[in-house]
T-cell receptor, first 112, second 113 residues
Framework: GIQVEQSPPDLILQEGANSTLRCNFSDSVNNLQWFHQNPWGQLINLFYIPSGTKQNGRLSATTVATERYSLLYISSSQTTDSGVYFCAVELPGSSNTGKLIFGQGTTLQVKP | KAGVTQTPRYLIKTRGQQVTLSCSPISGHRSVSWYQQTPGQGLQFLFEYFSETQRNKGNFPGRFSGRQFSNSRSEMNVSTLELGDSALYLC????????????FGPGTRLTVL
């Protein structure tokens, strides 16, 4: 089956620093989403980005579908950015509808 | 527009019991997916419902089941609970199918003693 690998697994930053999180996937995908899991467990949508580049404030994401990777950029990090970041993909085809496959996540800690 | 809601938020059960979790999707969303999150296995897909029909199922035993009602609300049931069923159960909704963003609820944290 498809492999979704995120790197690095853990990241510690000083407040104000920038970071790049990576997601590699081993097959063509229909859908790719980035999430931030808050301390209470809820998955917060960051980006729906099967291809191209999007920006939302201090966050931006790029997916290069032909090379099967996606990057999440966090600029000027704040302590509230701490948490676990997941990328998740959905394969094409009706047998995969609604089924997101998640990476293992990157745990980010931003220190004041 | 209200987000995805899940009830209850926390639940404690003992082995052998059964449990029912509920998920109310965003208004207008017809697809509901369920996921289990554990420290060891990460986030895993359980099943997806659309218009009261199960369209896809993950690799879980038959003790895990679900259903969807005509108003798109969904329930999942776990029978004969085992210690390993302790997890955060998340549901997500989206409008239709492929190409739509999934939006997640806050989750139900189940502890099996």
């Amino acid at each position: 089956g498809i492999q979704v690998e995120q790197s690095p697994p853990d990241l510690i930053l000083q407040e104000g620093a920038n970071s790049t999180l990576r997601c590699n996937f081993s097959d063509s995908v229909n859908n790719l989403q980035w999430f931030h899991q808050n301390p209470w467990g809820q998955l917060i949508n960051l980006f729906y980005i099967p291809s191209g580049t999007k920006q939302n404030g201090r966050l931006s994401a790029t997916t290069v579908a032909t090379e099967r990777y996606s990057l999440l950029y966090i600029s000027s990090s704040q302590t509230t950015d701490s948490g676990v970041y997941f990328c998740a993909v959905e394969l094409p085809g009706s047998s995969n509808t609604g089924k997101l496959i998640f990476g293992q996540g990157t745990t980010l800690q931003v220190k004041p | 527009k209200a987000g995805v809601t899940q009830t209850p938020r926390y639940l404690i059960k003992t082995r052998g019991q059964q449990v029912t979790l509920s998920c109310s999707p965003i208004s207008g969303h017809r697809s509901v997916s369920w996921y289990q999150q554990t420290p060891g296995q990460g986030l895993q897909f359980l099943f997806e419902y659309f218009s009261e029909t199960q369209r896809n199922k993950g690799n879980f035993p038959g003790r895990f089941s679900g259903r969807q009602f005509s108003n798109s609300r969904s329930e999942m049931n776990v029978s004969t609970l085992e210690l390993g069923d302790s997890a955060l159960y998340l549901c997500a909704s989206r409008r239709q199918g492929e190409g739509d963003t999934q939006y997640f609820g806050p989750g139900t944290r189940l502890t099996v003693l």
